[in-house]
């Protein structure tokens, strides 16, 4: 439960407002690549915490994203003309590179140098393993790309999505960093009934390991152990395993809107890390980049299936589900009965009927936290209190530690006497 | 005319507002019992007063009505597990039964009495003759369902519908009591004429009461006469009958939101009561129950397909009416000028046109009162009066006492010199 | 640039609005006269300046514009009987004619004379060459229909379209009086290129005008010559035609809401004039009237055909443009890199482009004007004015003069050393 000023502070985006100003310390993925697949392609409208954009490839290929409007008389640029280098506004012919100067006024005297006097804004944007990356925040703070594992992997090792969803960024990240929902919301009638039938199956069905999912399906409540870390808050998710052991399986928390999550899969493959970026479009609409990776070799085309499948299905040519609160996510009353605990098709749809479905800022002075919940009250006391030192003054150290970021999950069998020693596991985590 | 503060205080019917607390000490329908057709089926979602609410019935056959989102995090209950006497929320899997009580909460340690400590908003539900009401008030306050002679009848002899009306529930209410305006909207050109081959017509096809549909269509300038009763008020339409008597026809509104109606009717019948109920969806929007019923026996085939004739055709498996605004109520301007006043077909779509065209909330700081809307110059004081006494502590007397409502209409022709006897005639309406 | 309040004032025409009682003053066309095609046909709904209207054309064929509620209890009109020189509303019969007296009240008894009191909003119209124009002022105050030349031809002399545009007034008059932006949104590649290619096309296709549309094309930076005047503002465009010659094209802004343009056409005829009025429905929408008119004779079929076309298409049966923001006004990027400007089909959708894609009321703050854009700051600062002088007690004198609006276009030739010699060139513009 939070007071209604501090949900206001966790969850509001835009410039000026102490959240927002914390999120522009940091680089946002905005776009896939294969959104501007070529130079001088078409221009694509952008919003990002709230603000209107255009983002074009220019002919060298770089990515430029400008304010929507130009600033001549507020036409907008995304009909503009992408051409030699630079944006051309179809109402006056005032052109853009991708910094945001104006290149070319020709509605002006040949003689003038008004045009030198004109500056529109213009984002820097940076390109990795097909996301474009933005930097909202001041140009003398820019920090270096996050350091998470994928970034800058070879080619064909990373697999990237982009989903949206009509809710506020936070209420996503609730729900990535939140391992015990998976046991209701993801699950099957006869894993939720934890029938001897379904554990036959399992084991038949899994090469390695059928005991993790074993031990994950039967313990609905699982202990999170968290540590705060330079990088933001390590989740220790502790289940029964035999009768003097854990399971245990981390998450990580990257300050402010990424995780990194694993562990158990129902193809028996753990080689994949896997991880969410949670990207603000406005208060209550997020772009989620899903990502999965792998080290040593390239994605096979069934991972990349896989992957796919794993982000729910899109209207075609576009990045919106096609299971939306508008058709009750398709929801099969017959199969929540007998088959699937929601009835709803997909994973990420599952999430989306309980995410938007709170509405699209949650109201959370209404909630009742269990000891489940822990994990989540100490990532919002961590986002709350970083946005506040940053009103005072103080930069959020993450921003300039990219190193921190270069983590693992990993799922550990531990006798129980040995409890979460933390920086033990965090040593684990850390990549070198 | 109201005043800005008068119109504000009538219609507004949320949590705190003075004619909604008015509102929440007395029963509505909210649901025909045929949508939730059976225990353990899929619940629905209710809107209530401005209250999002999900209702559902349970593996005993009780109705609960629960508020929409889970106490724990805000998911909706509405994509909710109906299962073994109580809703599971597809997020957690914390479980609440009818009264709101949490009775399971799987995610938290098997020792945890949180649980006992969590309870979610659950509204008692009375279900009968195929109608679900809800009391949404104080719970020591609660009273017994309204008296309306309807209510308790056996099964067969009740015929109700329910249909969307986008307008605040008084206006709704005010064309309910408002007997004169069926000489306009919902007449026909050569009645509106009042033409010999009308008459002619009208006589041939009538068995039992042409007259008093002559008298009817005859006077468009009905004067009424109220009468002030522990129910609400008694509105007694007179119009000229023969030289030396007069039509007296009897309407009854029942504080808060219902009205019984009835008299002439075009099938020569008069067996049927009817009665209509407005259960304020939110400000803007009505949920409209109109009831038939037959007191010695069955309503037959024919009957309960008039009646449903009678409440207007719908977009199928909806309450949403085919003819609404954006369609201009399928308004037939050729057909206006020659055949119906309005050129609209149906009753029903006749009344929307009227009241939604007006605008969701009326501005009746702009309206100009004649002598013919006295009854709802009446029945709109009696409501605000209410309402201020609530909010200084009296509860309105009607709530708790349902056997004023057993009621009748009746039509009578008396003599001129007679007057408005409002005491016999009360007397005449009362069911023993 | 304007600041956060002269933009408010500029923009703004509700009742009691500076800006809108400036407009208030004048008449306004609102409808096509084929809207109202005969005596007694059905009514339309007008919005205009946000007043929601209801126009008939009564049994005598006059047009009558009024209030769209019912003074009694609020009903539409829209809905009413058009029948014996007046509309009846469908609820209770009150029927009103033109001028909205209550010619007609049958729900009240016999000897009442609150008819007689009742009376609603009345606006009066005035019909002329295929459009209904309409006052809203002070009835003391009501002025001539403007002079402009097209008002009073001969049937056959006048071809009129109406568009609907989804922006505030003022960003289609700027567009209308910014002879600039042709060089730019409204030409082709080719065009703009200024390839020896197009001038020679150019000089084999056109008969008449060539000269002056390569002096049109390959001038990008006109310079503005600007007169104040007793219509509104006389604008010169001046562009470089030969070594010691300037061309000069003139278009004419009427205070408040028309200009006249002409000039260059690419079929070579210049016998057409034409203008455009831009009618606020309210603050976010406008409805263009278009104009093109013939003095000496008829115009020609092909001449209707290219004005129809000039307007761009619509939705049939409607005046709601095909081509908006929600289908990116079915840009072809493919065309727009090799073939147009803009890629977008139709002069009129180059316009909406432009100024829907400012926003509903474009943020002024945000501009950087130019030199370019002379005549749109002289134009706005002339209407802030005219309406803070209306709110100190000063009516504007161009209401009064509609004889100061008979006016011509022209282009002319004229040596360099010569100037701009607005007192001439106005008396050439001047009609007798």
Same mark, same amino acid.
């Given at each position: 439960m939070l007071s209604i000023e501090d949900n206001e502070l966790l969850t509001r985006v835009g410039r000026g407002k102490p959240m927002g100003e914390l999120l522009r310390r940091f680089w946002h993925p905005v776009l896939l690549s294969s959104e501007l697949p070529k130079p001088d392609c078409p221009p694509v409208r952008v919003r990002l915490m709230g603000e209107r954009l255009v983002a074009f490839r220019d002919t060298s290929g770089r990515v430029g994203l400008l304010a929507? !409007?130009? +600033?001549? !008389?507020?036409?907008?640029?995304?009909?503009?003309r992408n051409e030699e280098n630079g944006l051309r506004c179809i109402y006056h012919g005032w052109k853009y590179d991708i910094d945001g100067r104006c290149v070319d006024m020709p509605s002006e005297p040949a003689g003038s140098n008004f045009a030198s006097k004109v500056r529109t804004t213009g984002y820097p944007c940076r390109e990795t393993n097909g996301v474009v990356f933005a930097y909202l925040g001041p140009p003398e703070l820019e +920090? $270096?790309?996050?350091?998470?594992?994928?970034?800058?992997?070879? $080619?064909?090792h990373v697999y990237v999505t982009k989903r949206y969803e009509f809710a506020n960024w936070v209420q996503g990240l609730e729900g990535g960093i939140d391992s015990c929902h998976s046991n209701f919301l993801h699950t099957t009638v006869p894993a939720f009934r934890r029938t001897s039938d379904f554990f036959d199956g399992l084991r038949s069905r899994l090469q390695f390991d059928a005991k993790l999912v074993e031990y994950f399906i039967n313990d609905l409540s699982p202990r999170f152990c968290l540590r705060d870390t330079d990088y933001g808050v390590m989740i220790g998710t502790q289940r029964d395993a035999e009768a003097d052991s854990f399971y245990w399986r981390i998450t990580h928390w990257l300050l402010p809107h990424a995780n990194i999550f694993g562990g158990v899969r129902d193809d028996g493959s753990t080689r994949l890390g896997r991880g969410l970026i949670w990207s603000a479009v406005d208060d209550h609409t997020t772009a989620v980049f899903s990502v999965s990776w792998a080290l040593e070799s390239p994605l096979t085309e069934s991972e990349r299936d896989a992957c796919e499948a794993f982000s729910g299905a899109v209207v075609p040519g576009t990045f919106m589900p096609l299971q939306t609160m508008a058709n009750d996510y398709l929801i099969d009353r017959e199969r929540q009965a007998t088959?699937?605990?929601?009835?709803?098709?997909?994973l990420q749809a599952q999430d989306l009927a309980a995410q938007e479905g709170m509405g699209s800022i949650v109201d959370r002075t209404e909630e009742h936290l269990g000891s489940s919940d822990s994990a989540i009250i100490r990532v919002r006391r961590a986002l709350i209190r970083a946005a506040k030192d940053l009103m005072e003054g103080t930069e959020p150290p993450q921003a300039a530690?990219? %190193?921190?970021?270069k983590l693992r999950t990993v799922d550990l069998i531990r006798? !129980? %006497?040995?409890?979460?020693d933390g920086e033990e596991i965090e040593a684990l985590c850390r990549l070198r």
């Open positions: 929507e !409007r130009c +600033p001549h !008389r507020r036409a907008s640029l995304f009909f503009g +920090p $270096e790309l996050p350091g998470i594992e994928w970034i800058g992997l070879p $080619e064909g088959e699937t605990f929601t009835g709803i098709e997909s530690s990219p %190193a921190s970021q006798p !129980r %006497a040995e409890g979460f």
